[in-house]
């Protein structure tokens, strides 16, 4: 029996819910770049990081080559950047909403103490 639509979107978030994973997909936003490059820019053991890219190979959302003894890694297609962008707007918007309400709570503060 086919898996429904609703839990491969549950999975390919999951999939998505580690800050190493996250930072690894934006770091490939820029073009590919070699493992190295990836490790001197998160702030995790190189064991971490191979587990890491080993879940997002899977999934397909990166690719792996082989340049001599380096290996590359890239964004399998542009959507994954594209489904970055549009979290980072969600959460823009969200924290500028947060933010008007807290301005709010803080000016009915200050009215309420005048009084």
């Known amino acids: 029996m086919p898996v429904p639509l609703y839990q491969a979107k549950a999975e390919f978030f999951r999939t998505l819910g580690h800050p190493a994973r996250i930072r ?11 493992v190295r ?3 001197a820019e998160i702030d995790i053991e190189a064991s971490s ?6 879940v997002l190979r899977r999934t397909q959302l990166v690719t792996a ?3 001599g003894n380096t290996v ?3 964004l ?3 959507d994954v ?33 005048r009084r």
């Open 24 to 34: 690894v997909l934006e770091l490939l936003q820029d073009g590919p770049r070699p």
């Open 37 to 39: 490059e990836l490790l």
């Open 49 to 54: 990081l191979s587990q890491q890219l080993a």
């Open 65 to 67: 080559t082989r340049e």
């Open 72 to 74: 590359v890694y890239a």
């Open 76 to 78: 399998s297609t542009p």
């Open 81 to 113: 950047a594209e489904l970055l962008r549009a979290a980072r707007r969600i959460l823009t918007d969200m924290i500028a909403d947060q933010g008007e309400l807290l301005a709010e709570l803080r000016g009915g503060e200050v009215r309420g103490t």
